[in-house]
C-alpha cells in the first residue's frame, strides 16, 4: 500500500514540474530568415517557440492541419492582431518590427500556445 | 520552412493581378520578365483584364519581385477572399462534422450493445477460461474502436504533453486509457487484481468515445450558426462587376476591380466597390451596412459603397476604394476581430483554463489514492472507476468557450443593427455605462444648420450683412459658419476678402474687411470688444435662443450691426431614442458649446433635464471627467472629429457615423446610422451578451465544481452513489455543447425599432 502510495505522491510531483514548473528552453531560432512556418495540429503549434530579431518584420505562415474548429482562431493579443486559419492552407501572418519581448500567441481558449521571442 | 515551399511549387498555375499597367507594350514586358525567371514555363498577360497566368513550379513571391523589378505592382490573385474562405470553412466543417459522426457510430456501434449486456445484469466480470477469451476479444475490438474513432485524442493528448502542455484531448485520453488498461490488465492477468475487482469496462470505452465524438459533431453544427451575422456581411459582398475599360463593358471579378475604374450598376445589383458617382441617379439601400431602414438619394459626385444595393436607376461610378479597403471589407475586418477579441470578464477563465487539466489529473490520482486506501472491496476496481470519471467529467472546454461564443454572437448582432464595437472591453464596458454624454451638435441634431432669421440693427440691408458676415466666415470650419456661407451662396452673394482672419475659440470669429474690423460671434465676443448691447437687442437674441435657435452677434468697428440665428433641426427620433435611454435608468446629459438658452430649449424639446451650455472644445473632457469623478461610468457620443478627445477619455466613446466612415479610431463604438437608437441598440446588445457570459460562466464553474467531486465519489460514504463514467462522458460531451447552443439564443435579440 505505502508503494502505492508514494507511487501516486510521486506522479502528482511529476505533474506539477512538467506542467508547471518546467521553463521550456525549445525556443527554435531563426534569426536570418524572415519568414517561418508554423504547423497548427494535435493540440500544439510547431514550432511554438519562436525567436526573432528586434525590428525586424517576419512573416509568419500558419498551415492548419488540425479540423476542429478550436484551432481555427489564431490570436496575439499585444499586437491585436486575430485570424481565422483555414484549413491545410497556408495562412500568412504579417508581423510588424516589434521591440525586445515576448508576445503570446493562442487559440481561442488558450489550449494551443505558442510565444514569439523578440530578441 | 520547406514545408511551405513545397506546398508552394505544387501549384502549377498561379494568376497575379498587375496594376500600373496602362498600354498594351506593358504586356511584352511583363511576360518577358517573368519568363526569365528560372522554373517559369509559360507567362500569358491578359491586358483586359490586368491579370498574368503564370505556369511553372516557382514561389509566388519571386514571381511577384520579377513583375515589381520592370516597374509594376502585382498582387496574387490567390489571396483568398473573405467569401471563398467562408466557402471552404463550411466545406471543412461539413466534412469535419460527418467524419465525428462516422467516429460516434463506431463508438456506439460497440458501446451501446455492452452496455445494454450489463445493463440486463449479464456479467462484465472475468471469473472462467471462456469468459476471458471472449472479454479478450471485445477488449481488442474496443481498441480498434479507439484507434479508428478516437485518434485524434490519443495523439492530440501525446503531442500536447510532449509539448508541456495539457487539454481537453488529455483528459480524454487518460480517462478512456486508464478503464481500457485496466480491463485489458483483468483479462490477461486475472490474478493480479482481487476476484471481487476482476470487471471489465470496456463499455465504458466505447461509449465515452462515441459520445464525445457526438458532442463534437453538434458542437462544430452550433459554431457554425455563431458567426452568421459575419457571414451575412460577407454576403453582401458583390461577386462580380461590369467595369468599362477602352469604351468597352466587361464583366470580372471584383477582386480584380482597380482603382478609378468606371463601374456601371444596373437596378437590383449590388454596388461592387466604393466609388463616387459619375453619371446617373439612382436611390441606394444601405439598410444591410449600416441599418438605416430609409433608402438615400444618389447622382452625381455622390459616394457609393460597397454591399449597398441599387435600387432603381443605372450609374457610373469611379471606384475610389477596393478590395480590402472598401468600407465592407473594414467593416468585416473589424466586426471579426472584436469577436475574437475578449472582455476582462473572460479573464478569470483563461487563467483557470491553465491550471484546469493538471489540477484535475492530480484529482483524479488523489481521488485513486483516496479510494485504495480508504474505499471498500473491490477497492482497486472503485479506484479505477472514480479516477476514470474525473477525467472524463471535468470539461475545461465549457469554460473556456463560455466568452468567446457569447462575444461571438453579441459583436455580430451589433453589427447588423449597424454598430461596431471595437472590442471585447468596449462590449462589456458599454453594459455598465450609467451617464450618457450626448454632444448636440450632429449627435442630437442633424448637425446641418440653417440661417433663420436675420435681425438689422442699423441701416445696411440683410443681403449686404448676410454677405459680409459670410465673407468673415468662409475661413472658419465651425458648422454654424457653414450655414451662414450656404446661405448666402445659395443668394448668389458675392464675397469679399479678408484680411486679419482670427478664429477665437468658444466666441466666434474677427477679421478686416473694406478697411471695416468685424466681429462675428456670442455675448461674450461682443463684450470683450466693447460693443454696446442694448436691453432690446439682448431680449431679442434671448427670445430666438428660446426658440432653439442660435443667435450671433455682429459687429461693425465696435457698433451692432445685426443678430443672425441659425437653427440645426433635431432628429426625427432623437426624442425617442434618448426616452429610450432613460427608460433603461441612465442619465443622458447634453454637452454644446451654444449658449445657455439655446442649450436649454433644445434639452427641453428632446426631453434632456441636465446640459452643460457653453462649454469650449477643449473643455468638452473635462466635464468628461467630473462626471465620472461622481462615480458614473461615463458613455460619450460624439461626431468623433471635434470631440476626440472626450471620446477618448469617456469609459466608452461612441462615434456616430454619417453612414459607413468607420475609421473613427478614438472611438471604443461606431454608429453608423446616424440615429440615436443606435445607442440604445448598442447598450442593449451589450446587457444582453454580458448577462449571456455570465449564464455560461456560471454554468460551466458549477458543472465542473459540482460534477468533478460527485465523480471522485464524495456522495458515496452517505449515498452509496458513485457516477457512472458513461454518464460523466454524456453529461461532459453536452457541456460544452450546451455553453454553445445558450450563446447561441443570442441570435434571437431584436435591436428595438422605433
Redesign the interface.
Known sequence: ?LT??LL?LG??AV??W???L?K?T?VKGIPD?S???V?V????YQP?HISIKENYPVRI?F?RKD????A??L?F?DL?I?A?L??N??FVITLPAMKKGQYPFHC????Y?GSLLVE | MSDFKENNSNVNTQEFIIEGAGCASCVGKIETALKQVPGVKSAAMNFALRTVTVTGNVAATQLIQAIESVGYNAKSAQNSSDKELLDEKEIAEQKYYQKLIIQMWIGLGLGVPLMVYSLMGGPMTVNSPLERGIWLFIGLLCAAVMFFAGKHFYVGAYKSLVNHSANMDTLIALGTGTAWLYSIVVVLNPLMVPEMARHVYFEATAMIIGLINLGLALEVKARGRTSEAIKRLIGLQAKTARVIRDQQEIDIAIEQVLLNDFVRVRPGEKIPVDGIVFEGATTIDESMLTGEPMPVKKTSADEVVAGAINKSGTIVFKATRVGKDTALAQIIKMVKRAQNSKPPIGRLADIISAYFVPVIMIIAIVSAMTWLNFGPEPSVAFAVISATTVLIIACPCALGLATPMSVMVGVGKAAEAGVLIRNGEALQTSSKITTMVLDKTGTITLGAPKVTDIVVVNDMNENTILAIVSSLEAGSEHPLAQAIVESASEKNLTLAKVDDFKALAGRGVQGIVNGDRLFFGNEMLMLEQGVALTQEMIARAQQLARAAKTPMYFAINANLAAIIAVADPIKDDSVSAIQRLQDNGIRVVMLTGDNQLTAKAVAEKVGIKEFFAEVLPEDKSTKIAELQAQGEIVGMTGDGINDAPALALANVGFAIGTGTDVAIESADVTLMRGSLHGLADAIAVSKATLRNIKQNLFGAFIYNAAGVPFAAGILYPFFGLLLSPVIAGAAMAFSSLTVVSNANRLRFFKAQEH
Not at chain 1, 495540429?41 to 500544439?44: C, H
Not at chain 1, 481561442?108 to 489550449?111: A, E, F, I, L
Open positions: 500500500m502505492v502510495n501516486g506522479l502528482i505533474i506539477v512538467w506542467f508547471w518546467y521550456p525549445l530568415a519568414e517561418v512556418t504547423i495540429e494535435n493540440g500544439v511554438a505562415n498551415i479540423e476542429s474548429p478550436c481555427a482562431m490570436l493579443p491585436d486575430s481565422e483555414p484549413l492552407k497556408p481561442q481558449m488558450k489550449m500556445t
